[in-house]
């Protein structure tokens, strides 16, 4: 049953550590699963972890923790070729799709050789709900901050764009973030748009933001608009805390 409108939930979190395994999901990532309104059957999620050159741990660690959470789950890999036959059917059968962190320059790049950019246009119309940490936050938005080119952070502006705002992340835990993100959106090279703390989320509905979210105490998320002296105006949204 896919979502009633599309959604997205755009985090810097959904995963915490753990004492068995190397991560262990956390509310942001469940709740993105609950968006899916799935009744009478196990829910289907679908792991992306191109970000991380498809890191064979990141995904076994996934299947770990889809079988505690009693998920349906499964992966697409493109590394060294599409483990599955049938892309564009799986992900539009699928109930929610989570992109994990990594290099977003090194995702972008390679959705849009294997035709995801069109493909994830689709299932985000059709109802699947769309989930992501970090480089899986920025993708979804017209661009934001990364590290994939560097320590030194630099711009990334050509995001699928389906989200018509900017995205910073990791806002509170990584000290350039913050500037730079201010920056950009005072220049004029990102447009407005919203940021998360470790910890937080931004729900869509359709293109607009309806709620923030957090699964740390204090994490927050803001909104950032260019203003008329051409200075960054950072404006912290309410956000609701998830147990």
Known sequence: MPADAPTILATSGGLRAAQRLQ???????RHAVDLAGTSGRAPRVCLLATAVGDDPKTISTFYANAAAEGWQASHLALFPMPNLAEVREHLLSRDVVWVWGGSVAGLLAMWRLHGLDEI???????????TGVSAGSICWHIGGTTDSFGPDLRPITDGLGLLPHSNGVHYDSEPQRRPLFQRLIAEGALPPGYATDDGAGLLYRGTELVEALAERGRAGAYRVDRGPDGTAVETPLDVRRLS
Not at 23 to 29: D, G, I, K
Not at 120 to 128: L, N
């Open 23 to 29: 991560w262990e999901v956390a509310p942001l990532t």
């Open 120 to 130: 994830f246009r689709e299932a985000w119309q059709a109802g699947v709900v769309l």
